[in-house]
């Protein structure tokens, strides 16, 4: 399974900034060989995004999603609107998502279903707080947050999610997560979708670490068996530490 690195603007740029970005990150597109690299800016940039990126090797991804196609939801927007933009991929159930915007796991498991739908594929966002991982609570929040979002799910689908292990307490923080440590999240991922959701279907996921992730750090996530690449919140927003952080990645696993 080859790299999926993903760039998460979070609320940040405007189209212009977008366009300039886009443009840049352009000039090293040959470098990027073999990794599947996908931008996910805010909504408003989509179109910028889509049609500088349009015909590259690069993808769109959206930040979230609702769960219903259509309706009487003001100042959401849909999964139909974000496939008929170019996007291939949505991030759903963000830790921002979850833990400040106070979306639970039957919200989250009702987008990733919305994204499937209408053939958009979910990185679907997993992990545990601080408290929960000194508690001894990391694996039973992993679980409980997979399965909520996954149980029953076709195995045609499953190889179209990829799975994002994001410790809270390493979002925005600088402190990424120790190797070994999301090592035995992701290889525990891999078993409960194995184990839990249907037998076959984990061989077929990519799982992503998520948390201060940077060039300097990303070669030793990489290298492990059980990581598949990386969703990138702060180092993705220069398109030249961007482009450094996934030739990294690049180097790590071809050495
Ligand atoms: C994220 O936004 O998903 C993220 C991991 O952010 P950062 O890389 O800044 O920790």
Same mark, same amino acid.
């Given at each position: 399974m080859g790299l999926v690195i993903a760039a998460n603007w979070k609320m940040h740029k405007t189209t212009a900034d977008t366009v300039e970005f886009c443009r840049a990150i352009l000039q090293d &597109?040959? %470098?990027?060989?073999g990794v599947e690299v996908l931008i996910c800016p805010p909504y408003t940039s989509l179109p910028a995004a889509a049609n500088i990126l349009g015909g590259s090797s690069l993808k769109l991804g959206a930040q979230d999603l609702h769960w &219903?196609? *259509? +309706? =009487?939801?003001?100042g959401e927007i849909a999964g139909p609107m974000l496939a008929d933009l170019g996007v291939e991929y949505v991030i759903v159930g963000h830790s921002e998502r979850r833990h !400040?915007?106070? &979306?639970d796991d039957s919200r989250i498991s009702a987008k990733v279903k919305a994204a499937l739908e209408c053939g958009l594929k979910p990185i679907l966002c997993v992990g545990e707080t601080e408290a929960q991982r000194e508690a001894g609570y990391t694996n039973s929040v992993i679980r409980k947050q997979l399965l909520a979002a996954l *149980? +029953?799910?076709?195995a045609g689908d499953m190889d179209k999610v990829v799975i994002a292990y994001e410790p809270v307490w390493a979002i925005g923080t600088g %402190?990424? =997560?120790q190797p070994g440590d999301a090592d035995a999240a992701c290889s525990y991922i891999r078993e409960v979708i194995e184990k839990? !959701? +249907? =037998?076959? %279907?984990?061989?077929k996921v990519r799982i992503q670490y998520g948390g201060s992730v940077k060039e300097g750090n990303i070669g030793s996530f990489v290298e492990l068996s059980s990581i598949q690449g990386a969703l990138v919140g +702060? =180092?993705?927003?220069k398109a030249d530490t961007f482009s450094a952080l996934i030739q990294a990645a690049r180097k790590a696993v071809q050495s």
């Open positions: &597109e040959d %470098k990027f060989a &219903e196609q *259509e +309706g =009487a939801f003001t !400040v915007m106070g &979306e *149980e +029953g799910m076709a %402190k990424a =997560a839990d !959701v +249907g =037998a076959g %279907k984990a061989d +702060g =180092a993705s927003l």
